[in-house]
């Protein structure tokens, strides 16, 4: 009977030394991880102060540089009729790579009606969809905004 008894306080220690191994364990592994968290999160808002910084300058330099210049900035594409979220990124990202060479050009050297009719009645195919744009209206200034209705090619 002494002998069960000492097999019994034997497992009950190893189980017990194994359960308070293994929060030790785990409370280290917190720790550390939730330290390297932190480290990141302090690396990442440094650098995100640096990249407000340098768009503060460039905005400065810009301003004071085109002052007398009408400069295209940005593009803005705006699709009508179409219901597939993923086909839609996909559309304007194709489309804002064929317009992309007219960023930092002066609006007044850009033509208008080129611009139509690069995308104009074009016919783009994503795997099973094939979608037929056709621009409905152009809009230039510092942002060039296209306004295109997409027709499903079904």
Do not use: C, P
């Amino acid at each position: 009977m002494d002998r069960v008894k000492g097999i019994n306080k034997f497992f009950i220690t190893l189980i017990m030394g194994m359960i308070i191994g293994m929060i030790i364990g785990s409370l280290t592994v917190t720790i550390f991880v939730s330290y390297k968290i932190d480290e990141y999160y302090q690396r990442l808002n440094v650098y995100y102060t640096l990249l407000e910084e340098k768009d503060l300058k460039l905005n400065k330099l810009e301003e004071s540089i085109n002052k007398n210049r009408y400069i295209l900035k940005d593009i803005n594409i705006k699709l009508e009729n179409i219901n597939d979220e993923i086909d839609e990124i996909e559309l304007i990202k194709h489309i804002k790579e064929k317009y992309i060479n007219l960023i930092g050009k002066e609006v007044k050297d850009i033509d208008i009606n080129i611009i139509s009719e690069i995308v104009d009645n074009r016919i783009m195919k994503f795997e099973e969809n094939s979608y037929k744009l056709q621009v409905k209206k152009v809009l230039l200034s510092d942002i060039l905004e296209i306004y295109i209705e997409v027709k499903d090619m079904k």
